[in-house]
């Protein structure tokens, strides 16, 4: 956004891991609305500062990162949404795939025994590269412009 994109252009905008790392996530909302067409979506994914699981972390919650300028909640987000003339559509959790192998490794940071006995475990059944879904604290949010 803001290479002089054509009003009412685009049919669907996504913010995959985006507005947590930009300094005006307001400008970022208001440019979309103006680029998408009447009737189009915004979808946004984002770390949810106010789920259980970022709660029962406290300071050690997996998203607390210095990379990350804002942190937000299904309600902040949903109210910069409103605000900017968009109608919130959906809002859920969202639940992601990756491999139980990398699982393992990146549980390092919190529990090295688990991390160390998950990983040998994977790699002895060759279940490594095993597909997990599951849901760490993200959330995700559907708009769209009004027709």
């Not at 991390?115 to 995700?140: C, D, N, V, W």
């Amino acid at each position: 956004l803001g290479a002089n994109l054509p009003k009412d252009h685009y049919d669907v905008i996504t913010f995959w891991d985006v507005l947590e790392h930009v300094t005006d996530p307001k400008a970022y909302l208001k440019e979309a609305f103006r680029v998408l067409k009447p009737g189009g979506y915004l979808i946004i994914n984002f770390p949810d500062f106010g789920c259980p699981l970022a709660r029962l972390a406290g300071k050690r919650w997996w998203f607390l990162s210095p990379v990350h300028i804002y942190y937000f909640t299904r309600k902040t987000i949903g109210q910069f949404l409103t605000v900017q003339g968009f109608t919130i559509q959906k809002m859920e959790r969202h639940w992601q795939t990756l491999s139980l192998g990398y699982l393992f490794e990146r549980f390092d940071a919190y529990s090295k025994l688990i991390s160390k006995m998950g990983t040998a475990f994977t790699r002895r059944f060759h279940l490594s590269e095993l597909p997990i879904r599951y849901y760490a604290s993200q959330a995700l949010a559907i708009a769209k412009k009004p027709n």
